[in-house]
């Protein structure tokens, strides 16, 4: 009874508007242009122009700005250094007779079929070598082995580990424009079904390990809604409300291409670069893509905090940069830990796990009104009123710029009419604080 409750509460928040956009407008051209595949469903696929623009112009934009926003983290820059691969803009093309090898030959559960959009992705993949070395460096070094561990647990297939790929480009701090947030990208109501804390200190959709272990659960449970790990995506990117809707309008047939013209324009898209994601990431030396190199070990350990402290008092006084802390502690919104609520915990780099209890007293001692300061917030997104002007830069990009200031991408191009994702320079930014 228990199960049948959470799948009705499951079925009926997720059913909610979750895609950045969608399209219920569906052409017979589409139908005929989605179900080109053979019964293997390793044939390329003529799609047409409209299938085409329906999934990559929606996916790219978003795609673009999380990974510019990975490139700039300051503990990406300042602890992995680009792999000695080449690094030329050309991309390395083989024939679909390739492609449709390499995907064959994954050792996976989860069929990786080819046509001409997973064909579209991979190139578009493969033409960023930078960011998809920081994705493989950060990935191999932090994330994966993470990932991994948690989908074993509940028997969910390991290829999964790549859907923070195309979800947030592993970044934790990625927030969606419709609001999904952290590595999965979870929307607040579906986190907290799964025991993800979300107020206005403390954001656990953001915090690594609860992230992930609550997305592997979500996982499970939607493959037991399906039985089908293709259907299983597509849910976990629209909801399984329009997963079901598709379904209706499909006649009832239950498999991604079938319903593939009937789910939102975003979603169309998600299954076939969900394919190209893992093709890069296993055949990434073919294109000339090699992952950027940690410079320091990646151990960390974890401390149970049951102070209200702040980061930099933290940072401060253990001589850890701040923003080292705030990459490994991405859950805490304005960089307080409420620990005299409950006990929080603080992720440290290995040799300083002890370091915390070692120097509590001088940590809580030096500049205790951190802690304690009062956080103006703005629901309309414009900070407690104060805006700062930033003249644009040769080489500058909105992720760089929001991650600089601490603000969105979104919030950027909010409050400076931007519509699409290029800058000029000496152009002129409103920022709010």
């Known amino acids: ?97 390739v492609y449709i090898e390499r995907l064959q030959q994954l050792p996976y559960i989860m069929e990786m079929p080819f046509n001409s959009i997973v064909k579209s992705y991979i190139e578009m993949y493969a033409r960023r070598h930078k960011q998809v070395g920081y994705m493989l460096g950060i990935g191999e070094a932090y994330y994966f082995p993470m990932f991994e561990q948690a989908l074993a647990k509940y028997n969910v297939p390991l290829e999964l580990k790549y859907l923070p790929v195309i979800e ?44 992930t272990d609550a997305a592997a659960r979500y996982l499970s449970d939607l493959y037991q809604l399906y039985g089908d790990w293709h259907l299983v995506i597509a849910a976990y990117n629209c909801g399984p409300g329009n997963v079901a809707k598709a379904i209706r309008a499909a006649g009832g047939k239950k498999d991604y291409w079938s319903i593939y013209p009937y789910l939102p324009r975003e979603t169309r898209g998600y299954v076939p670069i969900f394919i190209a994601a893992n093709y890069i990431m296993n055949n990434y030396a073919a294109h000339g893509i090699c992952p950027a190199v940690p410079q320091v070990k990646g151990v960390t350990d974890t401390v149970m905090i049951t102070d209200r402290v702040h980061l930099q008092q933290i940072a401060d006084k253990l001589s850890i940069p701040l923003d080292e802390l705030r990459f490994l502690n991405p859950q805490y919104r304005y960089d307080i830990i409420p620990g005299n609520i409950k006990a929080y915990p603080l992720v440290l780099p290995l040799d300083e796990i002890n370091s915390y209890a070692v120097n509590r007293d001088s940590i809580l001692a030096y500049r205790p009104e951190l802690a304690q300061r009062q956080i103006k917030v703005d629901p309309a997104g414009y900070g407690n009123g104060d805006v700062i002007y930033y003249r644009v830069k040769s080489g500058d990009t909105l992720g760089g710029i929001a991650h600089r200031y601490r603000v969105t991408v979104s919030q950027l191009k909010r409050w400076n009419g931007i519509r699409g994702t290029l800058i000029r320079t000496g152009q002129r930014l409103r920022i709010y604080r």
């Open 168 to 211: 947030s480009a592993l970044n934790a701090r990625a927030v969606s424009p419709a609001g999904a947030s952290g590595l999965w990208q979870f929307m607040v109501s579906t986190g907290r079904i799964y025991g993800l804390e979300v107020n206005s200190l403390v954001d656990e959709r953001r915090d690594p390990r609860k992230s």
């Open 1 to 97: 009874m228990k199960d049948i409750l959470k799948y009705a509460l499951l079925i009926c928040v997720a059913s909610l508007p979750l895609c950045a956009s969608a399209d219920d407008d569906v052409k017979a051209s589409d139908v005929k242009n989605a179900l080109g595949l053979d019964v293997a469903g390793y044939d390329s696929l003529q799609a047409g122009r409209q299938v085409q623009a329906d999934t990559g112009s929606v996916y790219t934009a978003y795609f673009d700005s999380s990974l510019d926003s990975l490139v700039h983290e300051w503990f990406v820059v300042n602890t992995f250094t680009a792999g000695p691969c080449d690094t030329a803009d050309s991309v390395a093309r083989y024939p679909d007779s």
